[in-house]
């Protein structure tokens, strides 16, 4: 039975809702457990590990997604009603919005479609977001004995979202901007790409201190090479630019935190009445030190990774993902290494963008990364940490 709830829904809910879904197809729920829970744009969607059975049989492993969000009609799974809530439950990997996410978790399809001549030697799930996205990390033997493996990565796309981002690879190429070559052209909207080479900018950090020999304007040259062919994708709301929902989501996650994040929020309303934004640009969308892939050594950018929301938009806000990601790492060490690379990157990044908008901006990026789903105590300290953060920030505007 369910460990615990979220949202409006309590654990006897959730169980009573799945048990229903079980008995409909002959199955029972003997345990489950909650593995994820997010809320976007006003919806919950969770991740569901449970232990079925058919009568008188041995309980088997099955996972489960749970959303309130619109589903279409004929996505395979059952509509159900907890806490006055419709909701939709499906089996994993039928995602009613992910038609490849079969084929990205079958060894044998992902070897048949991308690597027919390898030996596949392990497929593990790097990021799940149900009704999103989803990307799966594939180990390939090496081709001689002694050699070196290869790695690919399976992009799961929402359907017709493929072929775009293929594209964009092929465009930045074009335009020498370092980006990870596609394996081929996008199957049922699976887009494989190689492994980029080099280390997360993250982790050169936290290996060499703050002081290193990242260079910043390195990566302005590079985001100055964006074709102005970006310009032609539909611009997307940015991470800051969602600043009041995800608000809305810490408090939803924090009701302890009211009045930090009812004032935080005031800050935020008074700094967008006047904040300068420059003007609309091609962008990453996505810039942050995991889609940073650095030499260990000299510290030169290697790869730029997760260009799926390139297009036009604001560079300060490239800029204020970097910065608001590299704030809140190592939050709980002894030595705040990346705070402290934060202030040295917005400092050299303030010289190409209005620094109070920065500031604002990057605030709002963490405000994005409060979990919204705080079970334990240490998913809550990470809450109130990145609130700090949040708040510091705010404090150089």
Not at 253 to 266: I, K, N
Not at 302 to 327: F, S
Request: hydrophobic share 45%.
């Amino acid at each position: 039975m369910f460990t615990g709830g979220f949202g409006p829904f309590e654990a006897t809910q959730l169980t009573e809702a799945l048990t229903d879904v079980l008995a409909r197809s002959g199955r029972q729920l003997d345990n489950a457990v909650l593995r994820d829970v997010q809320y976007r744009s006003g919806d919950y969607y969770a991740i569901v590990e449970a232990l079925v059975r058919l009568p008188g049989g041995e309980a088997h492993q099955a996972f489960y997604g749970i959303t309130t969000a619109q589903v279409p009609t004929e996505a395979v799974g059952y509509f159900v009603t907890a806490a006055d809530t419709h909701i939709f439950i499906w089996q994993h990997p039928a995602d009613p919005l992910l038609p490849g996410l079969r084929l990205a978790a079958t060894p044998a399809q992902v070897r048949e479609h991308f690597a027919p001549d390898r030996d596949l030697t392990a497929l593990t799930a790097v990021i799940y977001r149900p009704l999103n996205r989803a990307v799966f990390r594939a180990s390939l033997a090496p081709i001689a004995a002694g050699g070196l493996s290869d790695t690919l990565f399976l992009k799961v796309l929402r359907s017709g979202t493929a072929q775009p981002v293929y594209a964009m690879h092929q465009l930045l190429a074009a335009a020498t901007v370092p980006v990870v070559e596609p394996v081929t052209e996008p199957i049922s909207d699976v887009l494989a790409l190689v492994g980029g080479q080099g280390m997360p900018l993250g982790d050169y950090i936290r290996a060499e201190g703050a002081h290193n020999r990242f260079n910043c304007f390195e990566l302005i040259e590079i985001l100055d090479r964006f074709p102005t062919e970006v310009m032609q994708r539909p611009q997307q709301p940015s991470w800051a630019d969602r600043y009041q929902e995800f608000m809305l989501a810490a408090h939803r996650a924090m009701p302890s935190q009211r009045e930090r994040l009812t004032r935080l929020g005031d800050r935020f309303e008074r700094a967008h009445d006047s904040i300068r934004l420059g003007p609309i640009v091609p962008t990453h969308g996505d810039l942050y030190e995991a889609h940073i892939l650095v030499d260990p050594i000299t510290g030169k950018i290697q790869h730029l990774l997760d260009v799926d929301g390139a297009g036009p938009g604001y560079r300060v806000d490239d800029y204020a993902c970097l910065v608001g990601h590299l704030a809140v790492l190592g939050y709980n060490d002894a030595q705040p290494w990346g705070w402290q690379s934060a202030m040295l990157t917005f400092q050299r990044l303030a010289e190409h963008a209005h620094p109070r908008t920065l500031a604002v901006r990057a605030a709002a990026v963490v405000v994005s990364l409060i979990p919204t789903y705080q079970p334990h105590a240490d998913a809550a300290a990470r809450g109130r940490a990145y609130l700090t953060v949040a708040e510091a920030l705010m404090d150089l505007a």
